[in-house]
């Protein structure tokens, strides 16, 4: 399969091993069923010990696997009727971010999200993901309409931070950013994030202020991504797998420290194994939670909104 990761070799290998020997057994015609038998219950033992003991740096390759559902897949497989929304009426068209209007079982919502291309061009159109100014406005608008009209707002989350170039800082990045989190902290609708993929910095946070933030199990949110974090602290950004391990940046961990409300179980392998599978998951915390928020005032959502955030990074004093 393509896009195998470095510490899913040894399995690939095996796996290759068994293809070899079937074939042998279809050109041959000599049996070695019992070897084939062997090796596949090896290859299960060898597949429970690797994605069942996964490390923090090995979830964020997951999580950065280039055949990782989109926010567009998880559209089209748990929405219907989907209008997507262009531009920010100021500048332009960002396609790193995504979103619009649909249904979720007839009832309308609104949907915004990070988008990541399927191949090298896609990517580039998309800038991987990595949004402009322009994107968060456009993100902001496509909110503002939904509190407008009383329609719940699901953000999915995928970047590996927003982008840093000078165009982007030129046109007030750190401005859309930190207007994107005043507005979504008070709007009277209920706001469920769920990040899908990468989680990095406020390139993340400027669509994540939800009543409920879920993760996927193989994700990571960080202030910072883990080389990044490496190359400013140890002055190596070849570090990376150590800080992913000091940083305490995936679901088990963030889930610990209150930072989430939970985390969405994947496929064997991580959720590009089997998208429907993956959908289906989602969907249920999406129907679940917001059932339980769609009960509550628009004012009890800005309340509760203010009482998830304030609790984060809570000290108490001696």
């Known amino acids: 399969m393509a ?3 470095p510490f899913e070799k040894p399995l690939v290998e095996l796996r290759e091993r068994i293809k070899e020997l079937r074939r042998f057994t279809e ?5 070695v069923s019992e ?6 219950q090896k290859a299960k033992e060898l597949a429970e010990q690797i994605y069942g003991n996964l490390t923090p740096w090995q979830r964020v390759q997951l999580a950065r696997h280039p055949e990782r559902p989109t926010t567009l897949d998880y559209i089209r497989l748990i929405f219907t009727d989907f209008l997507e929304v262009h531009g920010d009426r100021v500048f332009g068209d960002d396609q790193a971010i995504v979103g619009g209007i649909a249904k979720l079982d007839g009832r309308p919502v609104t949907i915004v999200g990070h988008q990541k291309g399927k191949d ?3 990517n580039i159109r998309r800038n991987f993901g990595m949004a402009h100014p322009e994107g968060y406005r456009k993100a902001l608008r496509i909110m503002e309409q939904a ?3 009383g329609r719940p707002i699901i953000s999915f989350i995928n970047t590996a931070g927003a982008y840093p170039g000078k165009a982007a800082e030129e046109r007030g990045q750190s401005e859309a950013i930190a207007r994107n989190l005043r507005q979504m902290a008070n ?3 209920p706001i469920i994030c769920i990040v899908i993929g990468e ?3 406020g390139g993340a946070l400027a669509i994540g202020v939800g009543n409920r933030v879920w993760m996927l199990e193989n994700s990571y949110y960080s202030v910072i ?3 990044s974090a490496a190359a400013i602290l140890w002055r190596d950004a070849g570090l990376g797998m150590r800080a992913a391990e000091t940083m305490k940046i995936t679901a088990p961990d963030l889930l610990e420290l209150g930072v989430i409300d939970g985390i969405i179980p994947e496929p064997f392998g991580g959720a590009h194994r089997d998208l429907q599978k993956q959908a289906e998951n989602v969907k249920k915390v999406i129907v679940e939670q917001l059932e339980q928020l769609s009960q509550m005032a628009p004012e009890e959502l800005i309340q509760d909104r203010y009482e998830k955030f304030k609790k984060i990074g809570a000290y108490a004093t001696l």
């Open 120 to 122: 090298t061009k896609d």
């Open 3 to 5: 896009g195998e990761l």
């Open 27 to 31: 050109e041959k015609g000599i049996d």
């Open 187 to 189: 709007f009277g609708v």
């Open 147 to 149: 509190n407008k009209f």
């Open 199 to 201: 989680g990095g910095s």
């Open 35 to 40: 070897e084939v038998m062997r090796l596949e």
């Open 225 to 227: 991504a883990p080389e």
